[in-house]
């Protein structure tokens, strides 16, 4: 069996073209959700662990990307909350339901945010808790997941439930069970594609969310690259409306 960078390309473009022909429907709800929440003065609020904070970094905080956006992070109970450093190195910390509540709580959110969440599995404790936690405090919950891999294996929250379940919209990022896409002579696979579909999805959803507020007459508030003339300026003007509501560390 030879494995091919070129194998992968192919297995790339067949996940981007199923997933932009399938989850249409999908991102304009979602685009509509989000896009609801920033006319409302509101902020969106973006959480995933592991691999999955590279979707939360898409969403929040990058040129070309909304300007009223929060990231989540499991690193937040020590910047925010005072826990020692020690504490990031616990590899349960992403499956133990209780982080999501000190989380939260430690966020800077208000009851008009909407939140996406992503999680390649849906399956983990804290993601699962922070999206029943997020819908009992009455916000919107966009989900953003492999439906094929969380429909092959069993929740590890106590509720039995999945992201997936929980949410107002889900989008599927095509990734197949494993996440890897080309399988290895002894087992196992190489080459995943959730990083790379999930992240498509986040910028459909973003440019969906600014062709709606152009179409209403609002000029969408996004950054541009802090590397270009003007840009940390424009964006420090954008960042004062939403001071307190918007965190924006290294």
Do not use: W
């Amino acid at each position: 069996m030879t494995i091919r960078s070129a194998d992968y390309v192919e297995v790339i473009r067949a996940a981007i073209e199923r997933v932009s022909t399938t989850q249409g429907e999908r991102v304009a709800h979602a685009a509509d959700l989000l896009t609801a929440t920033i006319q409302a003065g509101g902020v969106i609020q973006a959480f995933g662990c592991g691999h999955s904070e590279a979707l939360a970094m898409e969403i929040a905080g990058r040129a070309g990307g909304l300007v009223p956006t929060n990231r989540i992070a499991l690193r937040d109970i020590v910047l925010y909350g005072g826990e020692p450093l020690s504490a990031l190195a616990d590899p349960q910390l992403e499956r133990t339901p209780s982080v999501a509540h000190r989380l939260y709580d430690l966020a800077p959110i208000k009851p008009d945010d909407t939140f996406v969440i992503a999680s390649n599995s849906g399956v983990n404790g804290a993601v699962v808790e922070m999206a029943q936690l997020v819908k009992q405090r009455g916000h919107a919950l966009v989900a953003i997941t492999s439906l094929e891999h969380s429909s092959r294996v069993e929740s590890r929250h106590a509720s039995g439930l999945k992201l997936g379940d929980l949410a107002d919209v889900v989008l599927d990022n095509g990734a197949p069970y494993g996440d890897a896409s080309l399988p290895l002579p002894g087992g196992g696979a190489v080459g995943a594609v959730s990083s790379i579909t999930a992240a498509l999805l986040a910028q459909q959803v973003v440019t969906e969310v600014v062709a709606r507020l152009l179409a209403a007459g609002v000029t969408p508030p996004v950054y541009l690259s802090d590397n270009v003339p003007g840009g940390r300026e424009h964006n420090a003007a954008l960042e004062a409306r939403y001071a307190g509501r918007i965190r924006r560390t290294a």
